[in-house]
């Protein structure tokens, strides 16, 4: 397992594309640097060509080591937390997992046996609130429920005033890194399309909005400006997925460069865009990148109830 842990977080994001390219786990390495910065963090390729299966040599390199290929795709996204963390807020450390008691207690509790995924998600950040607690929170396990439509959901995530949620179908338990759904305003929908790339969404999302506010703004773009963001930023090349507020401000996008953070929910004109700087200085340059009318930073500024969550 050491050689797959091993894997650069810049190469996390290529997996919900399926993306390819020449260049080599070592230029990935370096393309990654020390500062964790989302721009280096496209879609990238672990570097080899594809088989006739179209699995490329990662999924070779798992046969001949003995490796299930969800293993690294889940070992990629770990990667990527543990490296965003250290640059975004804190370093992971040994204690910031749920104690192991904790989750057999619930899995006695619920009688079930919570995926592979959602294990190693919750031992390897599960009390760093700071990453996982700030607008729609990780349950504790002690709060894990299973959800009676949909024929049965495990949640583990919820909007901060339950309006919605995010969890695996029943059916889906016995994989290792399954599924996740949300529950939005359209009902169940598929969220990503596993629970390592929900739980990389889940501290995206929940370091954008946290820090208590103090290196966050917002602002509804006008679809001129949507469109210049591309130009402007580096596209994160997680795949798209919907926001739980319904179709109207769905597909969620992210975009970066270093030092800065961006979510835009929705394309459609006057969208909202949530951005977060690493320093007040980072954020001030975003904000004077982007000519929109910030919630935080004008005479008059939006009230906090005018804003979509």
Partial sequence: MGEVCEVSA????QEAEGQTSGQSRAALRSQAGAD????RCRAQSVGESQDESGEGLVGQGIKAAGQRPHAVHRARAW????????????????????RAQELERAEETLGLTLPTALR???????????????????LQPSELFVHDEF??????????????????????????????????????????????????????????????????N????????????????????LQKYPMWTGKEESPVCWFS??????RLDGMSDHSWLHVRGRTPADLESLC???????????????EAGDLPF
């Fill in 10 to 13: 810049v190469e996390v994001m």
């Fill in 218 to 237: 917002a602002c509804e773009l006008p679809a001129d400006l949507i469109r210049e963001l591309p130009i402007r930023f580096a596209r994160v090349e």
């Fill in 79 to 98: 990667a990527f937390v543990r490296d965003f963390a250290a640059a975004w807020a804190e370093p992971l450390v040994s204690d910031a997992g749920t």
């Fill in 151 to 216: 024929d049965g959901v495990l949640v583990f995530r919820s909007e901060n005033q339950g309006c919605a949620f995010w969890g695996v179908r029943l059916r889906d338990l016995d994989q290792d890194d399954p599924p996740v759904f949300v529950q939005s305003r359209d009902g169940w929908v598929p969220f990503l399309e596993r629970v390592s790339l929900a739980c990389v969404e889940l501290v995206l999302s929940e370091t954008l909005l946290g820090g208590e506010g103090r290196l966050y």
């Fill in 36 to 39: 964790g910065d989302l721009a």
């Fill in 120 to 138: 190693e998600a919750y031992s390897l950040l599960g009390t760093r609130h700071d990453l996982t607690g700030n607008q729609d929170p990780l």
């Fill in 257 to 262: 460069a270093p030092g800065k953070l961006l």
């Fill in 288 to 302: 004077a990148t982007v000519n929109g009318h910030w919630v935080h930073g004008y005479s008059d500024p939006l």
